[in-house]
């Protein structure tokens, strides 16, 4: 990490100070399929997933923002409109500046570019993460090394092992490794079977992070 305390709070006083209080519930789009950034968001609390859809129609997961982080990224730095998806997949609440008063802000408070090079880097290292996943031969070994990126992120400790705090569906699990929805549930069900993971409803828990490590060597 680039950013001291003290940046993080002046990033994060940048949006205090001229955004506008949101709450969202489970499921509520923020930015909406086809529709232009209406802002740029800083997540309070909650977490957000961004997506788009394949010429097929189907959800094609790109990574799922969580608190402290901002979105859309790109467009608030560049400008450029990526047609990406938000929708929140846990009640969330964000603040919401315009792109302009963000840029004007950023310039007047450079000590708040830090923890947005620690965004863009975090941002950047997950999305290569994902394309060396791609690498792997088989899909089980994907969604072993997709699992084990996700618990680096949102992981837990529990007595039962390291449970990823944020619902996955089987789809998007599928989008992020270029699997078929079928093969990738066939795939999960074998490592459960085995007790490498659990399973409850969206929510996994990795069981032995050592044996899921060992299948990528």
């Not at 840029?103 to 994902?130: C, F, K, N, V, W």
């Not at 699990?173 to 085995?194: D, F, G, M, P």
């Amino acid at each position: 990490m680039l950013a001291n305390l003290k940046q993080m709070a002046e990033l994060v006083d940048v949006f205090s100070k001229y955004g506008v209080r949101k709450t969202f519930k489970k499921g509520d789009f923020i930015i909406r399929p086809g529709e232009q950034p209406p802002g740029v968001f800083y997540i309070v609390h909650g977490l957000v997933k961004a997506y788009d859809i394949t010429k097929y129609g189907e959800e094609n997961l790109l990574i799922i923002r969580k608190q402290d982080e901002i979105f859309p990224l790109i467009w608030a730095i560049e400008g450029v409109e990526r047609s990406i998806i938000y929708q929140c997949v846990a009640p969330t609440t964000v603040l919401e500046i315009t792109r302009e008063k963000f840029e004007e802000q950023i310039i007047r408070h450079p000590g708040a570019l830090a923890p947005l090079l620690d965004i863009t880097i975090e941002m950047y290292r997950l999305h290569s993460e994902r394309i060396l996943n791609l690498e792997y031969r088989t899909v089980r070994e994907r969604i072993v090394s997709f699992l084990l990126t996700m618990s680096s992120r949102f992981g837990t400790r529990t007595k039962e092992g390291l449970l990823i705090e944020v619902p996955l569906r089987h789809q998007d699990i599928a989008s992020s490794i270029n699997a078929t929805r079928e093969t990738t549930s066939r795939e999960i069900s074998a490592l459960v079977k085995k007790g490498y993971i659990s399973k409850n409803k969206s929510l996994y828990t990795l069981l032995d992070v050592k044996a899921l490590r060992s299948l990528l060597v």
